[in-house]
């Protein structure tokens, strides 16, 4: 069933033994007399091939005389009808069925569309306009022109001729000159060229592509997403991230679908049928072990979860299998998980949110913070409008010239005048990043009971200059270091980890291939994935997988984690999940996910900090104010990269007064 060369990826595949005539029958006394055997008829139907249940729908035919499909439509219903049917059409006839539902009646259902159109192959488009004809007499391109418009409608007309370059001999020049005119026809442009984004990305190679948004990412600083949500907009703008969702990966594109329609309340049930009947025979495979890698559950468990009864039944059995029992990573997992260590290594600009004010006055900003604290009442709004709009080193300089013009200490007055969360983020602001991140260390390991999620956020993602000023402001503060205090206050391995993080002697040389593959091997070795066994002892192993965690640079790592896979065909970060537990994981994932894409590692704890009922402020409140100048911008974009909102929008939605208002005037922005 997999073309020529290629290993099949789908989760259904041909019954052994196969006879469509005894098939025909069984589904014919199925549904014979009062009721029917429901379970019998998906037990059946989800276990042949697509091409077998034609064959059993002509042998209904030639035995009884009668349409197996309209027969099922009329003993079924609801979800499990709709599915027992769609799996009965071919596939290209299922996809018609689908674009002609999307656009009969009133309104358009552009997410079907975008699904369809952007992820179909260039044989698989012309098997579905020549079965949109042959079902309904009509055409298909004249059908979508008709009920779309604009920049949208000509994308899909493009998509629509299937004839996307299928060469795998790319040019160089090319790839760059692609990436260069998508940069200026879109941020280097007043408006946007959107006939350019049309030509490039609707007609050239899947492999071009690829390395065209690797060479966009290199010269824009940006991914090409980023981008295509800035310059474009609406429906337009939705297709063409699915088309470069699909040419990334479309197995994790389909991986995000799937979420996406169980996640939340209510199931989007079309959006899960369609790609569970349309996949199960190409790459379901793949995309259940991107959705496990992705969002830390099975695909299997989440449908067990979201859905019920005989559809639950059917789906599962499309589904094919659990991969949290399974515990196998496959190669299409792989290869997503190895490209997204090579775009970890290309070098994008960190921007903060917060910048030095040009018309900087310190005596007149100490003045102007007086004025809103003094007398009866505080002037909140003042407050949050100097010191949210000034550097920490231009706050620093209004500390002392508070002091000099008054004879007051301005973080007490701020103290005693303000409150709660808004005296918190304003307090925070005040100190030196050193003097903060110090600080929240101190309150993670005094009193009873260990903060062991602040301790890894801090010492995984910071420095060796940010630890060394950390060490320094620690010890002025508390008069006492702050390795014995993590010494004192954890244990074991997770203690080991602390203890070498705070030394701040991570090497910050390039990359080493020969010791890359070495250190990778010891990798594979602790977490018990080498193909030959080590002659070191486990405590050696664990030894130097926690110094090379600990103390190699960040370009050396990435190349191990890509040895790694190259070497285990698993991701670093899911096996550390899968092999380790409790604080030494969390630490060791939070090491791996800060190498592999820092701003990303904050947007995630930001979106966790505040998804679900209640909000963590503590967490909101240091990640916005340690990242505020060195990458927040970044955290910006990775976070609508990620969770299709912005990180404005979501603090206004969970965060109220002025703690809302200092919050958004760090954020910088809406995106």
């Known amino acids: 069933m997999a073309p020529k060369g290629k290993v099949y990826r789908g989760s259904v595949k041909d019954f052994q033994g196969f006879d469509a005539n005894q098939d025909a029958e069984a589904l014919y006394n199925a549904m014979k007399g009062f009721g029917s055997d429901k379970e019998a008829i998906l037990d059946l139907i989800t276990s042949r091939s697509n091409k077998q249940r034609v064959e059993i729908c002509q042998a209904y035919k030639s035995l009884y005389g009668k349409d197996l499909i309209a027969d099922l439509k009329y003993e079924l219903t609801g979800k499990f009808e709709r599915l027992i049917v769609s799996l ?40 579905l306009v020549a079965a949109y004809k042959d079902a309904y007499e009509r055409d298909l391109e004249a059908d979508i022109v008709g009920d779309t418009s604009g920049h949208f409608k000509k994308m899909l007309v493009v998509l629509l001729q299937g004839a996307r370059e299928e060469d795998d001999v790319v040019s160089e020049d090319l790839v760059e000159q692609d990436a260069k005119d998508l940069l200026e026809a879109g941020e280097l442009k007043w408006g946007t060229d959107e006939a350019q984004f049309i030509y490039i990305l609707g007609r050239r190679s899947r492999q071009h592509l690829r390395l065209v948004f690797d060479e966009y990412l290199k010269i824009a600083g940006k991914p090409i997403e980023r981008s295509i949500r800035g310059e474009l907009s609406g429906d337009f703008e939705k297709l063409m991230l699915a088309v470069v969702k699909c040419i990334r990966s479309t197995a994790e594109y389909f991986a995000e679908r799937l979420y996406k329609a169980m996640k939340g309340l209510g199931t989007r049930d079309n959006t899960l049928i369609r790609i569970m009947v349309s996949r199960s025979e190409i790459d379901m495979l793949d995309i259940r072990e991107v959705f496990r890698t992705k969002y830390e559950k099975s695909l299997h468990n989440m449908i067990k979860e979201d859905t019920s009864g005989e559809y639950k039944k059917a789906l599962l059995k499309l589904c094919g299998g659990d991969d949290d029992a399974a515990g196998e990573f496959f190669p299409e ?128 993602t910071r420095n060796n200059q940010e630890i060394r000023a950390i060490n320094e402001a620690y010890q002025e503060a508390y008069h006492k270091s702050l390795e014995d205090d993590l010494s004192s206050d954890t244990s074991g391995h997770f203690k080991r980890i602390l203890v070498s993080l705070a030394l701040g002697n991570r090497d910050e040389g390039p990359e080493n291939l020969t010791q890359a593959h070495e250190d990778a091997k010891v990798v594979a070795e602790t977490l018990k994935l080498a193909d030959v066994s080590s002659n070191d002892s486990s405590d050696s192993l ?11 640079s960040y370009p050396h790592l990435r190349r191990v984690f890509q040895e790694f896979i190259k070497m285990t065909n698993h991701d670093v970060e899911h096996t550390i999940k899968k092999r380790m537990s409790g604080d030494v994981r969390d630490a060791f994932v939070a090491i791996v996910r800060s190498v592999k894409n820092k701003p990303a590692f904050f947007a995630d704890k930001l979106y966790k900090s505040m998804k679900g009922a209640g909000t963590d402020e503590r967490t909101l409140t240091r990640i916005m104010i340690s990242r505020s100048e060195i990458d927040l911008f970044n955290i910006r974009g990775e976070f609508i990269d990620l969770f299709d909102k912005s990180l404005h929008h979501m603090i206004e939605k969970d965060t109220s007064g002025d703690y809302r208002k200092a919050l958004l005037a760090l954020c910088g922005g809406e995106d």
């Open 88 to 127: 009965m059409r071919p596939p290209a006839y299922s996809d018609a069925k689908e674009i002609k539902d999307a656009i009969s009646g009133v309104g358009t259902d552009e997410k079907c569309l975008i699904e369809i159109l952007a992820s179909r192959t260039n044989q698989e488009i012309h098997d």
């Open 333 to 460: 997992a792989a290869q997503v998980a190895y490209r997204m260590w090579e775009l970890s290594a290309v070098k994008v600009e960190l921007r903060g949110t917060v910048q030095p004010a040009g018309d900087f006055n310190d005596d007149g900003d100490a003045q102007v913070l007086r004025k809103a604290m003094k007398g009866l009442g505080t002037d909140e709004g003042a407050i949050i409008e100097v010191v949210t709009k000034r550097s920490n080193a231009q706050r620093q300089q209004i500390l002392k010239a508070y002091k000099a013009h008054y004879g007051r200490d301005l973080m007490a007055d701020l103290k005693s005048e303000l409150s709660g969360s808004l005296a918190k983020l304003i307090l925070g602001l005040m100190l030196t990043p050193a003097q903060y991140d110090a600080k929240q260390l101190r309150k993670a390991v005094e009193g009873a009971g260990t903060d062991e999620s602040v301790l890894i956020e801090i010492m995984a």
């Open 542 to 552: 664990e030894t130097r997988f926690l110094s090379i965690l600990c103390t190699r």
